[in-house]
């Protein structure tokens, strides 16, 4: 019978018959000599990727905690994975000999139609071992678990199934074994003829099946087990007895069983691949490269990483107290935040209640325990895990702090019930002096940012809102929507990897045609896309912007999305810093931005560098490459507004290199180029008059600033022109409002 051609998987089958395709066909054919390519280190490194895995570490730690010590629970490592790489290494003889596959040697074992068992048997006992019984104990002691679970309770209703035939086939089942066909013929060996031990057999069993009807008929009626029957005749304590009796010589040989079950739990950790072993090794070179290498890389590898299994379990208890052996549970242990407890905090909290001053500069912080005060009214708890109970205490003590005017509460894990804190201090303390607000990375979603912006809709304290790195998503940013269109005095707002998306892009930008306090906004690492592009485009040619800061780093704008974005800077003349790094900008889109910003009059920084968390985010960096660096090359030669320009990593050649330090020699207005790129070789020379040209511009801007007039500034040193003009091109790059947001325990 021809069978369809799509059901094939081997193109040179689908002109056979089924039958045909069944005994001919590609796997079932001997591997050709320009296919056997695996040798010795092919097997090394097979077995060794395969050993590192979390099933080979639950096992030996199945084993510590099944009472073993660590040393013997690795002993029966050594024993299991030697037998088990004995048996691979036997079988897989087959295949590296004959270099044939595991099908053939089924069939030249139990025949054509008997290979199917095997595999028949594989998958039945892959389903008996993953579907096993789950005590449903959770939440009671030990005594109570002891007294009521499961097992004890009488069966419900619905689940008395078992008719006449199912007791047929369970004793029939049971019946056919050997040890039954051990009875009679040590009867017979004895001294008996057959029909003696026959009818032995029947009277024995006829005994039994009486006992077995008489304690059947308890459960029967009363549909309880037999830990219920043993206790209603033996008492609570009593019906310890016959299992104690029962088995005792077990636990006489517990160790030994224990280490029994060590053994073949490592021997069944992967013994059907003793079966299809000759699956890999028909591909070997030469018998031999097979053999050595499986029967010394099975043992030693499973040994490593059980070793290291057992060493990490044990460094648990010194650290959580604890030995946990479960590596998945150790994870969830070191992901587990645990707050700071309020005793860290308090020497904070009495320092604040009693309203002292802070430092002059940050060359001496006043450091506490959790927490550091620093100048500019800086009360930095970044990534001191207050928790949500340590917000409420912290606010009720900033109180009286006259101080403090810029709180940093990055990376506490404060969620919901802070955000309910901060939205009530805000709200009800009108004399506050904290105008900003650094609030990142502490599980703010939708609800969170409804309250806070309900506090922050009238408010006329909050200058600065950082956001970065909370789960806010399109639906939180209606709420910032909401409050940007009433609230007049919020100038700096930061939503740097929120989950805005282009659609929380859209939102934001309609609000803002209505807003005029608002000068910086971040949006770095949101998912915008060409879309988000043309929504900027569209709020530049509406004349409706008013930010002075528009950063949109590590997204997927492309060269399309800058072209759109470069079409509507045409049509403006505010925008003062540009962030544009790692957006997957190439030559087109250079072009695009050289072309819109030359006549900007306004622009002083352009930043088309590589953020830190691009591969992180799995974003792409820019790679304007030579012919993008021509067109900065044009911007920087007729442009003398901007002062800052960032091509990190760019694939800027030395080529590219060259005109950008060709363009400098007539710009005396640019103070900053970053050019560092990767695997790229360039001139030392070119770098050193590039470094001369920066300095020298940096030098004009102090004397213009420094001099205004002043007649004691002809009299000042290079040096301290050169100091002066590093401090202002500083503050190019770090603004006044980012530097209200240096934290002592944080980067940038």
Known sequence: MKLPRWLYADHLAKDFSGREAFLRNEDLKPVECERRLWGPWNFVAFWLADSININTWMIISSMVVGGLAWWEAWICVWIGYTILAIFICLSGRIGATYHISFPVVSRSSF?????????????????????YADHLVKGLSGREAFLKNEDLKPVERERRLWGPWNFVAFWLADSINIGTWMIISNMVVGGLSWWEAWLCVWIGYIIVAIFICLSGRIGATYHISFPVVSRSSFGLFGSFWPVLNRGFMACVCLRGWAWMSGIMSCISNFVTLIVNNPDFTRFAT???????????TIPLGFSVTSFVGVIVGSSSNVIFGQAIWNPLDLLGKFLDIVPCSLEELKPLLEYLSLNKPGPYDDKQPIVFPRGTIMSGGRLDLCKQVLGPQGVQPLLDAMKYSSFVSRLLLGNNIVGLPGAKAISQYIRFNSDSNIDTWYIACNRFDSECMSLLCDALATDSKV????LKRNPILAVGIVHIARMLTTNTYLQTLDLLNTGLLDEGCEILLNALKVNHSLKHLYIDANGLTVKSGRTIRLHFEQRHNHLETLYMSCNALGDVGICEIAAGLKHDQRLKRLGLASNCIGPDGARALADALIGHAALQQLNLGFMKSTNLLGRLNNVIGDDGAAEISRLIQFNHQIRSIDLTLNGISQRGLTQLRDALKTNRTLTTLKGLQFKQLHNKIIKEEIRTMIEANQIEWAKEVLSNGTDDASQLTKSVYLEKGQQLDHEINFPEHIMEVISHYRTL
């Open 463 to 466: 200058k600065a809102l950082w």
């Open 286 to 296: 030469r018998p031999s490269t097979a053999f050595w290498p499986q029967l010394l």
């Open 111 to 131: 025949g054509l139609f008997g290979s199917f068992w095997p595999v028949l048997n594989r998958g039945f006992m892959a389903c008996v071992c993953w579907l």
